[in-house]
Each structure stands twice: as structure tokens, then as C-alpha cells.
């Protein structure tokens, strides 16, 4: 079961809201027009299980799918939270130290990455910075919390990032990691009562360019240094989020420095009990916000 969002046959194109719906194996089961993500996490883990029980009994198929996340919901994201991510930011950075530091640190590295309007779905284009040379998709398990801290479920999300930005200054991440095309989010949320070890999971990442699959890896989030509810509890020790946040915990799956993603390209990430999450790479310009 997912809770996902999406428009109607006939509606993939309209500029209007998309409609949250439950996703299961009999279909896609409408949630009232009025029904939000910030509503449902806006309490704690019952409540947002509760909100389930208002799908409607109707089976029937969303044409397409948008990012699982309301107009204002915060997307934050954890840092040098695997091996493989502390040595490429080492690789990229003119201040290496910073990432050693970081990686055994009590504090984790945790930063803005979007707001809802911004982030990208399922099938929706992610898209490069024009001043950036050296750019990468970085998949990542990401949590979706509850305004209490309790975690209620678990998405993929895709933390597209500049190397070159970030590894010529490490103040420089702000705008490595945050502009439009650079966050997406998908296929749709699964509830956190139907994954029973978030550190047991898959994780897959393919890039196609043209006809070819021209980078591969796998890895799991067994690899994760840090645990998910430590990165949730400095998240909100000094921050509320009285309508849920998602945190990103970080990527396992870094290619390496001679690759950068081009427009044109698709990525493809997958993790064990979430889904697919396919998105081609385009422009800034492509993306209609």
C-alpha cells in the first residue's frame, strides 16, 4: 500500500491540484478533494493512519503521478551519512576536512533541500544547473515524519547536487543543492508499519543516455553510518514542522568523477518495498514551476 498523488485520466496536463489517493493492488482509491499530506502528519502516527481509512471504495487508476507531497511541505536532507559519500565529497572538495570531520561527528550534517512546489514526481523532469559542470543524482531513502517526530513512512528521493558548486567552497551548498529540477520525490509514500527494517533495503540507481544504460550500482541502507531517528531527533531539536517534514538520510551511490548527467539523460532509482522512480534530465528551463 502507498498513498500517492496524481491527476485523472484526461487531467495529466491541467494545471489544477493533483488528487491523493490510497495505491494498492486493486488500483488507486480516491482520497477526499480536501485531503493533505500536512493534515494527515500534523499529529502523530495514528492520526496519519487514521487519514487512510477516508479512501473511498472506488478502484481506479491515476493517469500520472506527482511528487507525494503538499504545495508548502519541507524536504530537508542528511549529509555524509555512508562511507561512499564521505569519500566523494573528500574526492570533490578543495576542503576535504570538513567531510571527515562531519561523518563521525555527534551532529550530523543536516540542510534545506526544498519546498513541495519545487520538488519533482514520477516521470516529471529533474533538471541541471546552467553554471555547473560536474553534476550527479545522489538516491536516497527518504523519511516522512510526522509533526511529532514519529516516522509515519518512507519515499525515494533523488537529491540531484552540483560536485563542482559544492566541492569549490563547502559554504557553496545552498546553491549546489537547492534550485528548481533539483529534488524529486516518488513514487509515493509507504506507510512505516509496512517496512519492517529501514535498514535492510536495496537500493538501485541506473542512468540511461539515448539507448544505453551508461551507469549502474547498487548498495543498501544497511551501510547507513547514522540511524534515521538520531537524524530526526536534531532535525526537530530546535525546529517544529506543525504539518510533517520529509528528511532525506543520504546517498550510498555516487558515480564517480569523470561522469556528470547531461539533459537528455534518465535516472532510474529503486529501493525494495518503495518503487520505481524514473525521471529524465532536462533544463532549468524545461520545468515549468
Not at 562531519?102 to 514520477?122: I, N, Q
Not at 551548498?173 to 534550485?179: N, S
Not at 509507504?190 to 548498495?219: H, M, N
Not at 517534514?245 to 539523460?265: H, I, M, N, W
Amino acid at each position: 500500500m502507498r498513498l500517492v498523488r496524481g491527476h485523472l485520466a484526461g487531467d495529466a496536463g491541467a494545471s489544477g491540484p493533483a488528487r491523493w489517493a490510497v495505491r494498492d493492488e486493486e488500483g488507486d482509491r480516491l482520497l477526499p478533494e480536501d485531503f493533505s499530506l500536512g493534515e494527515a502528519l500534523s499529529s502523530g502516527l495514528g492520526h496519519f493512519r487514521r487519514s487512510f481509512a477516508a479512501a473511498t471504495g472506488q478502484s481506479m487508476k491515476l493517469a500520472s503521478l506527482a511528487a507525494p507531497v503538499d504545495h508548502w511541505t519541507e524536504v530537508w536532507a542528511a549529509g555524509v551519512t555512508y562511507r561512499r559519500s564521505r569519500e566523494a565529497r573528500r574526492e570533490e572538495s578543495r576542503a576535504p576536512d570538513v567531510y571527515e570531520m562531519v561523518y563521525d561527528a555527534p551532529r550530523p550534517e543536516l540542510f534545506f533541500k526544498s519546498l513541495g512546489w519545487r520538488v519533482r514526481g514520477h516521470g516529471q523532469t529533474i533538471a541541471v544547473r546552467p553554471d555547473s559542470s560536474w553534476d550527479v543524482p545522489e538516491p536516497e531513502l527518504a523519511a516522512v515524519v510526522c509533526a511529532n517526530g514519529e516516522i509515519a513512512g518512507y519515499t525515494i528521493c533523488d537529491d540531484v547536487s552540483s560536485r563542482s558548486i559544492e566541492g569549490e567552497n563547502p559554504l557553496y551548498l545552498p546553491q549546489a543543492k537547492v534550485y528548481l529540477g533539483g529534488t524529486a520525490l516518488g513514487p509515493g509514500i509507504r506507510p512505516a508499519w509496512e517496512v519492517p527494517d529501514p535498514y535492510a533495503l536495496g537500493i538501485r540507481l541506473g542512468i540511461a543516455r539515448g539507448s544505453r544504460e551508461i551507469w549502474t550500482g547498487s548498495a543498501s541502507t544497511g551501510l547507513l553510518h547514522r540511524r534515521i531517528d538520531d537524524l530526526v531527533e536534531h532535525l526537530l531539536r530546535a525546529d517544529r514542522y506543525p504539518y510533517g517534514v520529509v528528511l532525506a538520510t543520504g546517498t550510498c551511490l555516487v558515480p564517480e568523477s569523470d561522469f556528470t548527467l547531461r539533459p537528455g539523460d534518465e535516472v532510474r532509482i529503486e529501493i525494495d518495498g518503495l518503487g520505481r522512480l524514473v525521471t529524465p534530465v532536462g533544463a532549468i528551463t524545461d520545468i515549468d514551476p
